[in-house]
């Protein structure tokens, strides 16, 4: 059965801090996508990043980074200088390649403060 | 411009009573799925879609019935049998070919049932 545990519940830095949001993920299948995702105070999901399975990469995009580690079933995701707007609970979440579905972690609430 | 709508945005009825959330689409996705969200929860998958006239129960689908007559349209019904329904529902689709397993999320309903 697939699990995405992301540990912190939340978080509280103040602006300009570097933060690291954890997520560890299980998996049977070697074939499988990860993503995250950010909730802003609105409610709506915001699509941030998708990775497969075979691309360990890391990649980065703006003041946002993602470390992906098949040998520890991790996929972190850092926000460099944070800003206050990146204020928001972020999801992980992981799909078997053949599903339809996606299994999505409790969440990490990230807090800004200025 | 294309995307999710879900409404209204907050939903109040009186216990005993069915209501019947909206979800539409103009992203020509083939598939569709319906959420329930918590407070400190992740998202749990109430119940899904992948083609017209077909859909499956997800992991918390008892108290919920939905339909799928038409593509862009997968409304949910939340009924009196649902135990605890005061919560907040995420719509989202996906476009079901090629390898783009990320889903794209509607704003949501948040229900109070009192």
């Known amino acids: 059965a697939q699990k995405v545990t992301q540990a912190q519940t939340e978080i509280s830095v103040v602006e300009k801090e570097d933060v690291t949001l954890d997520c560890v993920y299980e998996?049977?299948?070697?074939?499988?996508?990860l993503f995250w995702y950010k909730q802003p105070p609105s409610g709506e999901l915001v699509f941030l990043i998708r990775r497969n399975s075979f691309d360990e990469q890391n990649e980065i995009s703006g003041r946002y980074s993602w470390n992906f580690q098949k040998s520890t079933s991790s996929f972190n995701f850092t926000i460099t200088a944070s800003q206050v707007v990146d204020s928001a609970v972020y999801f992980c979440a992981l799909s078997e390649v053949g599903y339809s579905t996606l299994t999505f972690g409790k969440g990490t609430m990230l807090l800004v403060s200025p | 411009d294309g995307g999710i709508t879900q409404s209204p945005k907050y939903l109040f009825r009186k216990e005993g009573q069915n209501v019947t959330l909206s979800c539409e689409q103009n992203l020509n996705h083939d598939a569709m799925y319906w959420y329930r969200q918590d407070p400190g929860q992740g998202l749990r998958l109430i119940y899904y879609s992948q083609i017209v006239n077909d859909f499956q129960k997800g992991d918390i689908a008892e108290g919920y019935s939905v339909s799928r007559e038409k593509k862009e349209s997968f409304p949910l019904t939340v009924t009196s049998a649902q135990k605890n329904p005061t919560a907040f529902y995420l719509c989202?689709?996906?476009?079901?070919?090629?390898?783009?397993?990320?889903?794209?999320f509607g704003p949501g309903t948040r229900l109070t049932v009192t």
């Open positions: 989202a689709s996906r476009a079901a070919r090629g390898q783009l397993y990320e889903q794209y």
């Open positions: 998996t049977r299948d070697t074939t499988y996508y």
